[in-house]
């Protein structure tokens, strides 16, 4: 069993940035996919960017792809999403996520991003 803790959600106007952390503990050896997701009111959860165990590949959903990075720390079981630029529509809760090789992924509580003039 793994657990996330996510912290670094906040209040922020457009073309700010924010540095969301999630940690792992647990069982952190299975993690193979380390990332987040974000749900915003009214619509589905949306996968935004993701790191393999190996740190070989990235992936980044179009709409954050540029703007915002993840950075993976294995030896601090860590994922850091660094969030620049950040649009109106960049507002909703983010959720850390981890997978093990071929199951289902499996979410941390959220915290809010909320980007607003």
């Known amino acids: 069993q793994v657990q996330l803790v996510e912290s670094g959600g906040g209040l922020v106007q457009p073309g700010g940035s924010l540095r969301l952390s999630c940690v792992a503990s647990g069982s952190t050896a299975s993690i193979y996919n380390l990332g987040w997701y974000r749900q915003a009111p009214g619509n589905e959860r949306e996968l935004v960017a993701s790191?393999?165990?190996?740190?070989?590949?990235?992936y980044y959903s179009d709409s954050v792809k540029g703007r915002f990075t993840n950075s993976r720390d294995n030896a601090k079981n860590t994922v850091y999403l660094q969030m620049d630029n950040l649009k109106v529509e960049d507002t909703a809760v983010y959720l850390c996520y981890y997978n093990t090789w071929g199951r289902a992924p499996c979410w941390g509580p959220g915290t809010q991003v909320t980007v607003c003039s």
């Open positions: 790191t393999t165990a190996g740190l070989t590949t990235n």
